[in-house]
């Protein structure tokens, strides 16, 4: 996979791998997760506001059709789960990027009451006890986060932080059980790594002194 700027990307390189020519591409999918050459969530971030939009499309004719119990568990079911997926590299996202995802929601939480284009929906997402976009990448972080140095997480995961030691300091022992195996180099302001491990330090233990 090469890195770089989309000119290096789409340039005439390529590589001969079993007697078959391999072209280089801008955009990779891996795990349905859109990749480009810059590493940024652009293309990712169009590709699940279409899918999205196109589930809310096709729900809006069940609507009359279903409960409201059942629709609003079919809007979380194809909608929800299309926007969390791999949401991880939505971590310091461009807010502008931000306010796309958060239109999913926004016009998902009106599909369900029957709101207008133009209603505001804040109470409707209090009431469906829906996170917003930031919030939702935080709670994976956090629920990972608790779940790494709790031996609750995928065991490739456990295996790149450390197990805590015995220490007279809490700070020590953070320190000490999230020391990963590798070092990231930062993609954004904020990365993924710096922001897990931020989230770590409030689910340790307290030490006793």
């Known amino acids: 996979m090469c890195i770089g700027s989309s000119a290096v990307a789409t340039s005439s390189l390529s590589i001969t791998v079993a007697g078959a020519s391999v072209e280089p591409v801008s955009v990779v999918r891996d795990l349905g997760v859109y990749i480009d050459s810059e590493l940024g969530a652009a293309t990712h971030v169009s590709r699940t506001v279409s899918r999205c939009f196109a589930a809310l499309q096709q729900l809006r004719h069940l609507r009359r059709y279903v409960t409201n119990d059942c629709f609003r568990s079919l809007v ?13 590299v939505f971590v310091g996202l461009p807010v502008y990027l931000q306010r796309r995802l958060q239109a999913i929601l926004n016009a998902a939480a009106r599909l369900v009451f029957g709101l207008r284009r133009y209603d505001h929906v804040t109470d409707a997402l209090a009431i469906l006890h829906w996170l917003r976009v930031p919030e939702r990448v935080n709670f994976k972080l956090a629920l990972m986060a608790y779940r790494v140095p709790n031996g609750m997480a995928p065991s490739y995961l456990n295996q790149l932080v450390l197990s805590p030691c015995s220490c007279s300091s809490r700070h020590t022992v953070c320190q000490q059980s999230a020391v990963a195996r ?16 931020s989230l770590l330090h409030l689910f340790l233990p307290p030490v006793d002194f």
Do not use: I, K, W
């Open 76 to 88: 979380v079911s194809l909608v929800h789960s299309r926007l969390d997926y791999g949401n991880f």
């Open 182 to 197: 590798f070092r990231l180099q930062p993609l954004r302001s904020e990365t993924l790594c710096q922001m897990t491990f």
